[in-house]
């Protein structure tokens, strides 16, 4: 093999090593800021993992909205149509969120079953639902009627 030609090859191979090590940390370091999305049926089958940076959403179930008169701390239930999932809230709501409304929650699992939110999204106008929540919902009841997605 001519010597110019394998200094070209060296250098391609070391290239395409350093760009895969860099492509491998990359996704390692993400890895800790995925956060995976559950269904409130998810979390009724036991799927969901404790203590981990998760999302859920659904329906806000009507009625469930419990606020602490001492402190901002909110009490509320997800449904996805088959299951509630019941999440703790500590800071202000969103000014759209309501009950009947799709909401998704940022937060952990706690071992007593319920979730402790960091962040609750609502939706923005009357017509939309977030993505995830709608595909949990498919073929269910939606949030604010009865009519199917």
């Not at 394998?6 to 290239?15: A, D, N, P, Y």
């Amino acid at each position: 093999m001519h010597p110019a030609r394998k200094q070209r090859l060296i250098l391609v191979v070391l290239l395409v090593a350093l760009s895969s090590a860099a492509v491998g940390f990359v996704a390692y370091a993400m890895r800790s800021n995925m956060d995976y999305f559950y269904a409130p049926s998810a979390f009724a089958a036991g799927e969901v993992p404790f203590e981990k940076r998760i999302r859920a959403g659904g329906c806000v179930v009507p009625g469930s909205i419990v606020r602490d008169n001492d402190s901002l701390d909110v009490r509320f239930a997800l449904t996805d149509g088959e299951a509630e999932l019941e999440v703790v809230f500590d800071k202000i709501l969103p000014d759209l969120f309501a009950e009947g409304e799709a909401a998704v929650v940022t937060g952990k699992l706690q071992q007593d079953g319920y979730v402790r939110a960091d962040q609750v999204l609502a939706k923005h106008d009357e017509s939309y639902t977030p993505p995830e929540v709608a595909e949990s919902m498919r073929g269910k009841a939606k949030c604010h009627g009865d009519t199917k997605i």
